[in-house]
Structure formats: C-alpha cells, structure tokens
C-alpha cells in the first residue's frame, strides 16, 4: 500500500498528499492495524523532506491522527447510505 503521493518527486521538499479515496479493503485493514508502521513512513517522508527529526516524528503522528480521522469519515459515510432492497418477486431476472 502506498499512500503517499509526493507533489514534485524531483522537489521532495514540495511535501505530499495522502490517497486515501482508492484503498482496497485490505489496505484499509492494514492502516489500522499497522499505525506504528505508517507513523514510521510518515516520519521517512518528513524527514525526506528536510525536517529535523522532532518535528518530523510531530508531523508524522499528527499525519496519522487526521488520516485516521479522515478514513472514519469515509466508512462513517459509506456505513450510513441506504440500503433499498429489492424483493425478489420484483427482479428483473424473472
């Protein structure tokens, strides 16, 4: 799973986004099981960019809090759509 996304990969320190719209449900699993592993990117990513080391491990957890934050919106969204059954009597398959 990658899910940074670097603005200019010649310039690292132009920053990056987060691709959170297109993960699989197995990538969603893995980002909350996983949180210590992506903190760790996180902080690389920061570091990539030039931020001491304080400020990067900051900015790395600070990332994950709002990332995860931003995924529970998603499942939040997704979780609260109605569902409109179709009886079977009504398929279009008879």
């Given at each position: 799973?990658n899910?940074?996304?670097w603005?200019?990969?010649?310039?690292?320190?132009?920053?990056?986004?987060?691709?959170?719209?297109?993960?699989?449900?197995?990538?969603l699993?893995?980002?909350?099981?996983?949180a210590?592993e992506?903190?760790?990117?996180?902080?690389?990513?920061?570091?990539?960019?030039?931020?001491?080391?304080?400020?990067?491990?900051?900015?790395?957890?600070?990332?994950?809090t709002?990332?995860?934050?931003?995924?529970?919106?998603?499942?939040?969204?997704?979780?609260?759509m109605?569902v409109?059954?179709?009886?079977?009597?009504?398929?279009?398959?008879?």
């Amino acid at each position: 799973m990658n899910i940074i996304q670097w603005r200019n990969e010649s310039d690292l320190s132009e920053g990056f986004i987060l691709d959170m719209e297109n993960l699989s449900a197995h990538d969603l699993i893995q980002f909350y099981s996983r949180a210590n592993e992506h903190i760790s990117n996180f902080t690389d990513a920061f570091l990539m960019m030039g931020l001491d080391i304080h400020l990067a491990e900051e900015a790395a957890r600070e990332t994950y809090t709002k990332a995860r934050t931003s995924l529970n919106n998603i499942i939040d969204k997704y979780r609260d759509m109605p569902v409109n059954y179709l009886p079977a009597s009504q398929s279009p398959l008879q």
